[in-house]
């Protein structure tokens, strides 16, 4: 059932998904003090293994030393070169590219060049900026505020659960698929908050049937919302047996949680993912998935076989809908820059409701006219 059984108020005004000063204050207020997740543990296995990315307009190195996620800000100390320019690589050491600057675990001074110049030495400027890493299960997370409270109590209550969800040996990550959008952040979060386009967009997948109310379970909370459905039909049956077969226990469970702001976390009986949307500008969205799918405890050429044929069809499948869905952010990003509705948000949407009043909540921003209540809109106008 759902919380709601009346009609929401879309509180967001078109301004929020298109103005300079609502990414800014994005930016500030909800992005740098949360978790982010950035990589999976399976990315850089070895030591020395390495990788980079932009996050927020900040290039992040992220590095296995030894078996410890390091997370450092890809910039040197010495004149403010990128320490490299690879997208992921192997490094027995953290060297810069320009002049060899080498760095330790903790991001000072290893063994510099001729480093008799720099006398007198100044310690306090030369060490590199690091950021906080945080593991649950596979999944590596940074965070660039030193006062966010720890990952487990950011990702709480589904920490637990989503540790079981993207862990070895019962799962294996299998895909990573990034991603360019030309829309507002907030448009592909809010797509997969709701189930109720899933008839007209994705016909070929779901038929004419929206998933049955009474099948879902709706958790609303300012931090986080998160959906529960009863998977019952043939194919998700047949999933379940599958998962049984490779040794692992059914849920008949599909688990939708999206932790505010940014990272969405989907579980399945064969196959779990993690997303996340990078906004890169007020317009454009980069959003990162990485695919993982059942492997279980039973061994041989026979489960192998079954697993990956399993993954394969999943994929195809998950793969099939994430495109559709990509083709109408543009869409409703083009509308949403015109548009002179207040708009409208059922209560199959709440989610939505749920995600744009911990927006307008965190921002301090004023809710948009309410046009069933007159008066409500003189005060607000
Ligand atoms: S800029 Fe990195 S060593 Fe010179
Ligand atoms: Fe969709």
């Given at each position: 059932m759902f919380v709601h059984?009346?009609?929401?108020?879309?509180?967001?005004?078109?301004?929020?998904?298109?103005?300079?000063?609502?990414?800014?204050?994005?930016?500030?207020?909800l992005?740098?003090p949360a978790w982010h997740f950035?990589?999976?543990?399976?990315?850089?296995?070895?030591?020395?293994?390495?990788?980079?990315?932009?996050?927020?307009?900040?290039?992040?190195?992220?590095?296995?030393?030894?078996?410890?996620?390091?997370?450092?800000?890809?910039?040197?100390?010495?004149?403010?070169?990128?320490?490299?320019?690879?997208?992921?690589?192997?490094?027995?050491?953290?060297?810069?590219?320009?002049?060899?600057?080498?760095?330790?675990?903790?991001?000072?001074?290893?063994?510099?060049?001729?480093?008799?110049?720099?006398?007198?030495?100044?310690?306090?400027?030369?060490?590199?900026?690091?950021?906080r890493?945080e593991a649950c299960g596979d999944l590596l997370f940074?965070c660039?505020d030193?006062s966010t409270p720890p990952l487990r109590e950011w990702l709480s209550p589904f920490f637990e659960e989503t540790e079981r969800a993207f862990a070895?040996?019962m799962w294996?990550?299998?895909?990573?698929?990034?991603?360019?959008?030309?829309?507002?952040?907030?448009?592909?979060v809010?797509?997969t908050l709701?189930?109720?386009?899933?008839?007209?967009?994705?016909?070929?997948?779901?038929?004419?049937?929206?998933?049955?109310?009474?099948n879902m379970t709706h958790l609303l909370h300012h931090r986080y919302t998160g959906l529960n459905f009863d998977a019952?039909?043939?194919?998700?049956?047949?999933?379940?047996?599958?998962?049984?077969?490779?040794?692992?226990k059914?849920e008949f469970q599909y688990l939708h949680r999206h932790i505010h702001p940014n990272t969405v976390l989907v579980s399945t009986d064969?196959?779990n993912y993690v997303l996340m949307y990078?906004?890169?500008?007020?317009?454009?969205?980069?959003?990162?998935?990485?695919?993982f799918?059942?492997?279980?405890?039973?061994?041989?050429?026979?489960?192998?076989?079954?697993?990956?044929?399993?993954?394969?069809?999943?994929?195809?499948?998950?793969?099939?809908?994430?495109?559709?869905?990509?083709?109408?952010?543009?869409?409703?990003?083009?509308?949403?820059?015109?548009?002179?509705?207040?708009?409208?948000?059922?209560?199959?949407?709440e989610r939505i409701y749920a995600f744009?009043k911990y927006i307008?909540d965190a921002?301090?921003?004023?809710?948009?006219?309410?046009?069933?209540?007159?008066?409500?809109?003189?005060?607000?106008?």
């Open positions: 059984q009346h009609v929401l108020r879309y509180l967001l005004r078109p301004e929020h998904y298109c103005t300079q000063r609502q990414h800014d204050l994005e930016l500030e207020q992005f740098l950035i990589a999976a543990k399976s990315e850089l296995s070895g030591d020395g293994d390495f990788l980079t990315l932009e996050l927020f307009g900040r290039p992040l190195l992220l590095r296995n030393s030894g078996g410890r996620f390091l997370a450092f800000e890809n910039i040197c100390s010495h004149r403010h070169c990128l320490l490299t320019d690879a997208a992921a690589g192997h490094q027995p050491k953290l060297r810069c590219q320009y002049h060899g600057w080498e760095f330790d675990d903790d991001g000072r001074t290893a063994k510099i060049p001729e480093a008799k110049c720099f006398r007198p030495w100044d310690r306090d400027n030369s060490r590199l900026n690091s950021f890493v940074v660039m030193s070895a040996p294996k990550m299998t895909h990573v698929w990034e991603y360019d959008c030309e829309s507002n952040w907030k448009v592909p809010e797509n709701e189930s109720y386009h899933v008839t007209a967009l994705h016909q070929k997948f779901f038929g004419d049937q929206l998933p049955a109310e009474k019952n039909s043939r194919m998700e049956k047949l999933q379940a047996r599958l998962k049984q077969w490779l040794g692992g059914p064969t196959i990078v906004p890169t500008s007020p317009t454009t969205v980069r959003i990162r998935m990485r695919f799918a059942v492997r279980g405890t039973r061994r041989g050429p026979l489960a192998s076989l079954i697993a990956w044929l399993a993954w394969r069809f999943a994929k195809a499948k998950t793969l099939q809908v994430h495109n559709e869905d990509l083709d109408i952010y543009a869409s409703q990003q083009k509308g949403l820059e015109r548009s002179r509705h207040p708009g409208v948000i059922g209560s199959r949407e744009q307008m921002l301090g921003l004023t809710p948009s006219p309410d046009p069933a209540n007159p008066a409500a809109q003189r005060v607000v106008s």
